[in-house]
Nanobody, 118 residues
Framework: QVQLVESGGGLVQAGESLRLSCVAS????????MGWFRQAPGKERELVGS????????YYADSVKGRFTISGERTKNTIYLRMDSLKPEDTAVYYC???????????WGQGTQVTVSS
């Protein structure tokens, strides 16, 4: 069984930074990718960014390009999301996800709240 556990959320003011971490444990396969999603109240969950686990290629949503950075440590089965210049509209529950099947995120963390005050 695979577990993903996020940490690092919290309450910050606009313009400040946070770093989220996600550790995968258990019988972890070689991932196709790991990523971060977020869901704000009343909105659909959206992909914030992802990291190809083998090739290291990254993807970012337009709304976070230039402000958020994804990185990973394969030996620790850990992925990070560095969030700079945070805005109130970044407020959401952030979820870590991992893909063991191509094209599908099939493992999810429990989520961590990020709140950005203006």
């Amino acid at each position: 069984q695979v577990q993903l556990v996020e940490s690092g959320g919290g309450l910050v003011q606009a313009g400040e930074s946070l770093r989220l971490s996600c550790v995968a444990s258990g019988r972890t396969p070689v991932w196709y990718a790991m990523g971060w999603f977020r869901q704000a109240p009343g909105k659909e969950r959206e992909l914030v960014g992802s990291l190809g686990w083998i090739q290291g290629n990254t993807y970012y949503a337009d709304s976070v390009k230039g402000r958020f950075t994804i990185s990973g440590e394969r030996t620790k089965n850990t992925i990070y999301l560095r969030m700079d210049s945070l805005k109130p509209e970044d407020t959401a529950v952030y979820y870590c996800a991992a893909s063991s099947r191509k094209g599908e995120y099939n493992h999810w963390g429990q989520g961590t709240q990020v709140t950005v005050s203006s």
